[in-house]
């Protein structure tokens, strides 16, 4: 019950962490504070008299019950920062929310998370490099963290769905508020395989006030942030400064120098950050090596998800190029059947076709 008692302090208007530390500090608990007398309050040293009036007028059981059942009926969960499974490293920012609501499961802290950010209307380079990095990020334990925005978030969230991994996406609305709405089904997925949170309550929509607030949260949960496009002016560049600030590493994808698009994320190169091109520079930076027993899991990993007949030309299909003569051989099909296969696969990421050489495995 004292998570509830503080997602109530937590929806005080003009109470912050701070303020809410005094209080715990002096009361202990968030419960004691729901019972203190106006007196008791204006006497823990820095919290002003009209801010105990407000605590003690916003004091509602019946409206504490209702926000408590639509979190069960939602299948929303509540940490405060108190909670054991508030994630670690969100409480080292300047300013952590007090706490974030949760729909689906929040990977664990000794699971390495980077966030991938950049621009809304990115152009179709972001957008492949953004899928395809992330893409082969799930096939390691990195969680990738992003904002479920248009462009460069969406690709970021379904390239680590698409390639086995968790992601976590940082709303700007509740939980329950899916935005933008196209990405209804993204959202699903995502909740699937990880977990969406944010710091507003259930039903709150997106506003666009509310945006640099949560860039600060998907800067906070990660070790690094990618940032992948981002103009001269940009939401992406706040976020890639607000990591700066809390002592986190930012790594950039260069960019055509043409484009206005890159303009922001070539000026972090001339900066100083670092440059990324691939997955394995991001594993490089995080101290994680990727040797040949985790490709050989995740390539058991996708034969698995196939069904009977894909999983019959996948597993003829290794790291040396293999032609659709020796594949009608080995298989009997006709060549209809076996390019419509091979098709699928392809277009899955499963293989990749070389040119004048054969099929390959995408590991």
């Not at 706040?238 to 000026?267: C, H, K, Q, W, Y």
């Amino acid at each position: 019950m004292e998570e509830y008692y503080m997602m109530w302090l937590s929806r005080i208007d003009g109470i912050g962490p701070k303020r809410i530390s005094r209080l715990l500090e002096y009361f202990h608990t968030a419960e004691a504070v729901w019972h203190a007398d106006i007196a008791s309050l204006k006497e823990v040293p820095g919290i002003p008299a009209s801010l105990c009036e407000r605590i003690v007028s916003f004091r509602d059981a019946d409206q504490l019950d209702e926000w408590i059942w639509e979190l069960e009926e939602k299948g929303i969960s509540f940490y405060s920062f108190r909670h054991p499974k508030y994630p670690a490293l969100l409480k080292e920012i300047y300013d952590p929310p007090v706490g974030i609501y949760v729909k689906g499961t929040l990977p664990d802290d000794d699971i390495d998370k980077i966030s991938v950010v950049g621009a809304r209307k990115c152009s179709s380079y972001g957008a492949n490099v953004a899928y395809k990095i992330t893409k082969d990020l799930g096939k390691t334990n990195v969680v990738v963290v992003s904002g479920m925005a248009r462009g460069i978030d969406t690709m970021a969230h379904k390239g680590i769905l698409d390639g086995g991994g968790q992601t976590i996406a940082v709303l700007g609305c509740g939980v329950d508020v899916c935005y933008p709405e196209e990405n209804r089904e993204l959202m699903e997925r995502i909740i699937q395989n990880g977990c969406v949170i944010s710091e507003y309550p259930p039903g709150t929509p997106a506003v666009a006030r509310n945006f640099p607030f949560r860039n600060r949260i998907i800067s906070g949960l990660s070790k690094m942030v990618v940032v992948i496009e981002a103009g001269r002016r940009s939401g992406t560049l706040i976020t890639a400064d607000l990591a700066l600030e809390s002592g986190r590493d930012v790594f950039v994808v260069p960019g055509n120098v043409t484009s206005a698009l890159s303009e922001g994320t070539n000026n972090l190169i001339k900066q100083g950050c670092p440059i990324i091109t691939n997955f394995e520079d991001i594993l490089f930076a995080l101290g994680i090596s990727y040797g040949e027993d985790e490709k050989k899991a995740f390539s058991q990993k996708v034969a698995d998800s196939l069904s009977e007949e894909e999983k019959e030309i996948f597993q003829l299909i290794g790291n040396e190029p293999v032609g659709t003569e020796e594949l009608l051989q080995k298989t009997g099909r006709s060549l209809q059947e076996l390019q419509y296969m091979l098709s699928v696969l392809e277009i899955a990421g499963h293989i990749r076709k070389l040119p004048q050489s054969g099929y390959i495995r995408e590991l």
